[in-house]
């Protein structure tokens, strides 16, 4: 262990690395924001995060024995945000001079947009190019709860407030399909722009090819959309690469300097991880394999951030549709706090977008990816009516109540008028005062806040445009304006301090049983599903698992962009 540790002290570069080396970047499932922390987290290797790849890539541009750069793109995730900041951070390593190289074995346009960042692309000879424009895929289940014999019984303020629709809808309603139409429109504007850019081809003839798509290798070879058919052992000779000389990914990050041991130096901001759904309590890991962020943990980081003085700036990463309103105003108020102490940026990922949006007001910046889901500013409550669905099944519920309005969850029956009177009003409370501190954080007022709330959700772009975000880019584009604005020098070097810490195998093993039980059924949820499906269950589970606490969400809806 001492000869571990002393390697990783004086040796800067990753150990083993010879001149002329090409790294190989494959690019698998769903890249995490946080690693995980769990006590199988402490035996198996390490999920690379996003932050980790972009780091990797910017200590591989100027690391001499690093002279080429291997992109295999494979499966991505539903959503464009890390992918373009992964995008944007391969772009950043061209600018060494180092060859790039992409090599698919099979791409759809998410891997191909990524691909289209590397000057040469290969394609394996037997392999299709899947790119053939894009489609939003929404889910309706209120058929499927009809034959069940549920009822869900939702209201929600705006009329892009549309998380409920999933329930209590069978189609799209008109507002519905008109957010669904706009958020495709900019994802298809956003990747016909970047394989323009990519491949040297005007935006007019990038269109016309994708109507032809998906190709055969010798039509995306003809058409001038990949440079060459190749298999992997080809390579060497045809991208002119030193294949017998390579080193992955994980393998390069977990040996450079920033990847291991070294002491600390420089200023140091804060990076604060909220990720996965907001609720109150503290935060973990869900058994349908999601994460969800604690009002109670992250709360408790943001007051560490403040008032440690050595602390000159804090950096919040959201990437969160959104929850609990209750938790998430918790969160606004400690981050409120915080904004008046230093500097307080935002970096928004694939989505912060209601909930995630509520908790993004405070920040002096807001940094998003063009293709980031974010806004909708809105709000639903409700229950599901379950007595049908017993009476089915031969069962019966039956319960006694005493006041006016005890009885007002009762699962059995729907609300009365006089109920859902009481809860229309306390919705509208919550969504006039999330309309006026959005009004006041982006100096506008509340009646244009209000024309472009209504629930709606926006890409980043988007939401530049309108008012709701600052600055296009990803986590290295936020840590420089917090670098910025806390006036730290740019030649100076900058120490990242990450919320959460990453537990040590002691604490992980002495964490109650609870939580170790939950990181156990997330791996096991790893083995059953694809990252992609995970984030898809997660995704769609969440307002039936947060109705649960009976408080109004700040939800948004599951989109699925492909």
């Known amino acids: 262990m001492v000869g571990v540790l002393a390697s990783r002290v004086f040796f800067p570069y990753a150990p083993g690395v010879p001149a002329n080396t ?3 970047l494959r690019l698998t499932g769903d890249v995490a924001e946080v690693e995980g922390s769990g006590v199988l987290d402490q035996f198996l290797p390490g999920q690379p995060t996003v932050r980790s790849l972009v780091d990797m890539l910017q200590r591989a541009k100027t690391d001499t024995r690093i002279q080429a750069l291997l992109v295999i793109p494979m499966a991505g995730t539903p959503y464009w945000g890390k992918s373009q900041e992964i995008r944007d951070a391969i772009l950043d390593f061209r600018k060494s001079g180092k060859k790039t190289v ?10 191909y947009y990524i691909a289209t960042a590397c000057e040469r692309i290969f394609l394996l000879p037997s392999s299709n190019l899947s790119v053939k424009g894009l489609a939003t ?29 999933t329930f209590t809808e069978k189609t799209f309603t008109p507002a519905h399909r008109e957010m669904a139409e706009s958020l495709n429109h900019d994802a298809f504007e956003q990747l016909v722009q970047g394989i323009a850019e990519g491949r040297k081809k005007s935006v007019a003839d990038v269109r016309a090819l994708i109507d032809q798509g998906p190709f055969l290798p010798e039509d995306a070879l003809r058409t001038g959309l990949v440079d060459d058919l190749a298999y992997r052992d080809q390579l060497a000779d045809k991208a002119k690469l030193s294949l017998d000389r390579e080193t992955e990914g994980e393998v390069y990050a977990r040996g450079t300097a920033r990847g291991g041991f070294r002491l600390p ?30 009002s109670d943990t992250l709360a408790k980081y943001i ?29 606004w108020r400690e981050l409120m706090l915080t904004r008046d102490k230093k500097p307080l940026i935002v970096s928004m990922s694939d989505f912060a977008a209601s909930g995630g949006y509520y908790i993004a007001m405070p920040a002096h910046a807001i940094v998003a990816q063009p293709g980031t889901l974010t806004g909708s500013i809105g709000i639903f409550q409700g229950k599901f009516v379950t007595g049908g669905v017993l009476k089915k099944l031969g069962a019966n519920i039956e319960g ?28 509208q409370a919550f969504y006039d005062q999330f309309v006026e501190k959005v009004a006041q954080a982006r100096k506008s007022t509340p009646e244009k806040i209000d024309a472009i709330a209504q629930g709606r959700v926006w890409t980043g772009r988007q939401a530049r445009e309108i008012g709701l975000v600052d600055e296009l880019g990803g986590l290295t584009k936020a840590i420089a304006v917090a670098r910025e604005r806390a006036k730290i020098p740019a030649g100076e ?6 919320y959460p810490p990453r537990k040590s195998f002691y604490e992980a093993l002495s964490e109650p049983f609870g939580q170790a039980e939950q990181s156990m059924q997330a791996h096991a949820m790893g083995h059953l599903f694809s990252p992609r499906e995970r984030r ?20 948004m809806p599951f989109v699925f962009l492909r």
Not at 268 to 283: H, M
């Open 493 to 498: 070097d900058l120490q990242i301090v990450v």
């Open 536 to 555: 898809v269950i997660a995704d769609l589970s969440a307002p039936v698992r947060l109705l649960q606490r009976r408080e109004p969400l700040a939800l």
């Open 137 to 165: 895929y929404e889910v309706f289940l209120r058929g499927t709860l009809d034959k069940i014999g549920a009822v869900p019984d939702l209201m929600h303020i705006g009329d892009f407030k549309t998380a409920v629709n």
């Open 265 to 294: 130096s420089g200023q140091r901001i804060a990076l604060i991880y909220a990720v996965g759904t907001i609720a109150s309590g503290e935060s973990g890991s869900g058994a349908n394999g999601g994460e969800f962020t604690g």
């Open 22 to 24: 090409t790294l190989v």
């Open 102 to 111: 992409a090599f698919l074995e099979f791409a759809g346009e998410q891997e």
């Open 303 to 331: 007051r560490e951030a403040r008032q440690d003085s050595t602390i000159k700036a804090v950096v919040l990463r959201i990437d969160s549709p959104g929850g609990s309103s209750v938790a998430s105003d918790v969160i």
């Open 400 to 427: 006694v109540s005493e006041g006016k309005f005890a009885d007002i969850d009762s699962p059995v029956r729907p609300y009365s008028p006089e109920e859902r009177a009481k809860l229309e009003e306390q919705m």
